[in-house]
Each structure stands twice: as structure tokens, then as C-alpha cells.
């Protein structure tokens, strides 16, 4: 007899289970000072809360070639040296992931955060042995973007119905490459429509609707 497989829920990092903006704030205000950058404005500091560092360095900050890896190096300098660990879990999430393990869900993350950074941030939360994997970038940047750690999660984790729970436009994209619907975490940065508008499949408030939108959706 076959061996039933599980039903797979992927999970962003951050904005989805842990705000982590402080510390992400507070290492991109060292990047840019010592660029000679001016104070970031509160819509650059919440943009970058999400996509790949290199990218929202470009796309934000106009930063282009070896100014974009330097302020990358100094930002990863500041973050590791502590700041990775100034973020606190959202209320809800750890009732949500017990509940969806009670039911007999495979857990994993997809971030588009560096998997040894991600990896210490979960463990200093509190919510690593939810996870039964933790699908992150690359710090040489050849592994960045959503669309591929959410490959590295699928081909990982077989399982059915696969969803990715994200909260920026990004996750939406990252898993309609692949055929996956995603739930918005309302809880999280995104702007106000963003989740809407980049055609995610149901947008929630708060982690304890979670269970209820994964059921629509695989209905």
C-alpha cells in the first residue's frame, strides 16, 4: 500500500511569521550611512522589508554595481552581528503552526533571507521545530528570488496542494511561477491592495484565519 503524502503548506519568513523590521531598519540605516546615503525615508525602510537586499538596494536606493555590494556587505556586517536576532513572532503564529501540524500538514519556510540568517532567527524564536525545512537565498546571491526558494522547497518537501503563505507581492509571484496559490498575511508590510493586486488567492488579517483560507483554496 502507497504511503499517503502530505498535504504542504510553505511559509515566508519575514512579515509573515516574525517582524523582524528592526532589525532589518536598523542594518539598512548602516548600510546607507556609510555610502554617504541620506537617513532612508520611512517608504524605503518598509520596501525593503521582503524582497532580495541586492535588489532593493538597486530598485530603492539606486545603488548600481560595487555600490550595491558594499552596501550589502555592510548591511549583512550589522545584521549578524545581532541585529537578525530583533524581530519577534507575530501573535497567533505558533497556535496556527501547532494547529496546522495537528492536522497533519507538512510545514517548510521560503524566504528570499539567507537561509543561515533565517535559520537563527527561527531557532531564537522559537518556531524551528515547526519547520521541516527552512528554504532560504544564498549569500553569494546566486540564489535570491522567491521563484527559486520555492523550487528548492517543492523539490524537498513532496507533497499535495502545495500554498505558500507570504505578505508581500513577491511571495505571490515567487508561487504563481510554479502553479501555487498564496495566501496574503494581512499582518504583515505590504502596502495596502498590494497582496490584491498582485493576485493573491485570499488575503487574511490575522494568523488564526490561516486554516480556514488554506481550506478555500484547496477545496
Given at each position: 500500500m502507497a504511503a499517503l503524502i502530505p498535504t504542504l503548506t510553505l511559509f515566508d519568513l519575514d512579515g509573515t511569521l516574525v517582524d523582524s523590521a528592526p532589525g532589518i531598519h536598523a542594518s539598512i540605516r548602516?548600510?546607507?550611512?556609510?555610502?554617504?546615503?541620506?537617513?532612508?525615508?520611512?517608504?524605503?525602510?518598509?520596501?525593503?522589508?521582503?524582497?532580495?537586499?541586492?535588489?532593493?538596494?538597486?530598485?530603492?536606493?539606486?545603488?548600481?554595481?560595487?555600490?550595491?555590494?558594499?552596501?550589502?556587505?555592510?548591511?549583512?556586517?550589522?545584521?549578524?552581528?545581532?541585529?537578525?536576532?530583533?524581530?519577534?513572532?507575530?501573535?497567533?503564529?505558533?497556535?496556527?503552526?501547532?494547529a496546522l501540524r495537528a492536522d497533519g500538514q507538512v510545514l517548510a519556510v521560503a524566504t528570499s533571507k539567507p537561509a543561515t540568517f533565517a535559520e537563527r532567527?527561527?531557532?531564537?524564536?522559537?518556531?524551528?521545530?515547526?519547520?521541516?525545512?527552512?528554504h532560504g537565498a544564498t549569500l553569494d546571491g546566486r540564489v535570491r528570488h522567491k521563484p527559486q526558494v520555492v523550487g528548492l522547497a517543492l523539490a524537498a518537501h513532496p507533497g499535495e496542494q502545495?500554498?505558500?503563505?507570504?505578505?508581500?507581492?513577491?511571495?505571490?509571484v515567487g508561487a504563481r511561477v510554479h502553479g501555487l496559490p498564496c495566501v496574503g498575511a494581512g499582518w504583515g508590510p505590504a502596502r495596502p491592495g498590494e497582496l490584491q493586486q498582485a493576485g493573491a488567492a485570499v488575503v487574511v488579517a490575522e494568523p488564526a484565519e490561516v486554516p480556514g483560507a488554506l481550506r478555500r483554496v484547496r477545496a
Open positions: 548602516v548600510a546607507a550611512a556609510s555610502l554617504g546615503l541620506p537617513e532612508p525615508t520611512p517608504d524605503q525602510l518598509a520596501a525593503m522589508v521582503g524582497p532580495p537586499l541586492q535588489d532593493g538596494f538597486a530598485t530603492h536606493f539606486g545603488l548600481e554595481g560595487t555600490d550595491v555590494d558594499r552596501a550589502v556587505a555592510a548591511y549583512r556586517a550589522h545584521y549578524a552581528a545581532g541585529a537578525v536576532l530583533d524581530a519577534s513572532v507575530y501573535p497567533g503564529v505558533p497556535a496556527l503552526l501547532d532567527v527561527l531557532e531564537h524564536a522559537g518556531l524551528r521545530d515547526a519547520f521541516a525545512g527552512v502545495p500554498v505558500l503563505v507570504g505578505d508581500r507581492a513577491q511571495d505571490v
